[in-house]
């Protein structure tokens, strides 16, 4: 059986089933499955990531309960597995995440850090392959196939050493999946957190599958799911009792791609080059609420959110969305297209606060997202005046300004007045 020490890296062509430690280094974590040093498609996911980056930076914080969100009123973001065990899990209500862990440690989401510290996970999996697709700043897909040579080892080896370096170089821990596509990748990566390192095999994938729910597929939301739920499909043996006519006919091109996925099959490649869409963040209030002011203040801080993400990632954006979600769970959206692109948060709010006052009175509201799309790289973009805002570069370079004093002194070393109400 192909095996596999993930402590000292020794693989094994027949180490018996019965072992329980390496011959070589008596580590206990060892991974076995037949086709093993066979597969090369893989998804990375790291662990906790935000929490894991501020235990990392605040070492007071390791054993302790740690959720990365907003205030009382917000949602999750992130939590440590110490509070997930306790049933926090991201987008939970603040709330409702204090209840069921009122010792946990809140802290206020740091994107600057979480993005260097992408940065240096992105730069690992880019020496192993050039075959790197990042999904977010914490996960991606990598095609390792054909890198044996390259490496004089396996992709299965490679990837266990990623996730070393990871932990002693970056300070942080990922989970790997691999397998034989990516939609099997993603799963089986999700099989074993926290450090985990879980396989699924050309052979056995049918059988893995079978018993497993629908909901494992990547974008089966609530919506889909009560559609499945509807036409009696809940397990993927469910799906495979559909004709794939019958199931496109009833689902339209999500029914095709279903009817191949029940199968284990998926053609998608692994593309380094997938451009990122866009960048949004959104909060879900605790209690309805059409109050001007608190509206105002949360989208500003949407803004900077957004607008910290953008320039983490040398991004700017040249249309700004706005979403909300009314008490009977309506949507509403709009959308502006700006004259010139921006990652400014004074312009993202601005713009969002235009989209807000004519639907303001169409609250209550129970969630207020902000967005920015038709992305680029920022040194790509001609810079130009606003001669309708005659103060706006003025505005640009004060905020610029001040997170130069924040990259310094932290967070909270300026804070503008609408952001506390």
């Known amino acids: 059986m192909p095996s596999l020490c993930r402590d000292c890296l020794t693989p094994f062509d027949d180490l018996p089933e019965a072992a329980r430690r390496c011959p070589a280094c008596g580590g206990r974590r060892l991974l076995r499955h037949p086709e093993l040093f066979d597969l090369g498609i893989a998804h990375m996911d790291c662990d906790a990531f935000y929490a894991s980056v501020e235990k990392r930076d605040d070492p007071s914080l390791r054993d302790k309960p740690v959720i990365v969100g907003g205030g009382r009123r917000g949602v999750v973001t992130t939590a440590c597995y ?20 009122p ?105 893995f599958l079978r018993d497993k729910p629908v909901r494992l597929i990547w974008g089966v939301g609530q919506v889909t799911q009560r559609s499945l739920d509807a036409a009696g499909i809940r397990t993927f043996a469910d799906l495979l009792r559909w004709d794939r ?35 949004s963040n959104e909060t879900t209030f605790n209690e309805n609420t059409g109050d001007p002011d608190v ?12 607008s910290g993400r953008a320039k983490a990632k040398g991004l700017v954006g040249g249309v700004v969305l706005l979403k909300l979600k009314r008490a009977d769970h309506s949507l509403l959206s709009r959308r502006l297209t700006l004259r010139a692109p921006t990652q400014i948060a004074d312009t ?18 129970r969630l ?36 130069a004093i924040r990259a310094r002194w932290g967070n909270a070393a300026i804070v503008k007045g609408r952001a506390l109400r």
């Open 368 to 403: 207020l997202g902000v967005g920015l799309s038709d992305l680029k790289p920022a040194d790509s973009a001609v810079a130009s005046g606003d001669l309708l805002d005659p103060h706006a570069a003025a505005r640009a370079r004060a905020e610029r300004a001040a997170d």
């Open 82 to 101: 110490i509070a997930r065990i306790k049933g926090v899990r991201s987008a939970m209500p603040m709330f409702q995440a204090l209840k069921l862990c």
């Open 348 to 365: 993202i709010y601005r713009t969002a606060r235009g989209l807000f006052d004519p639907v303001a009175a169409r609250g209550p509201f």
């Open 245 to 279: 006519r019958d199931l496109i006919q009833r689902f339209g091109g999500t029914g095709d791609r279903l009817w191949h996925l029940a199968r284990g099959e998926d053609r998608r490649r692994v593309s380094a080059h997938t451009p990122v869409k866009g960048i």
């Open 295 to 306: 509206l105002d203040g949360h989208i500003w801080r949407l803004s900077e959110k957004v």
């Open 103 to 207: 010792e946990a440690v809140i802290v206020r989401p740091r994107f600057d850090a979480y993005a260097e510290a992408s940065r240096a996970v992105r730069a690992l999996m880019d020496e192993l392959t050039p075959s790197v697709e990042p999904l977010s700043l914490d996960e991606a897909f990598m095609d390792l196939t054909g890198t044996a040579r390259l490496h004089g080892a396996p992709p299965a080896i490679m990837l266990a050493r990623l996730v070393r370096r990871m932990q002693a170089e970056i300070g942080i821990t990922g989970s790997i999946g691999l397998s034989h596509n990516k939609f099997l990748a993603k799963i089986a990566s999700d099989l074993d957190k926290p450090r985990g390192f879980a396989v699924i095999g050309r052979a056995e994938t049918a059988a």
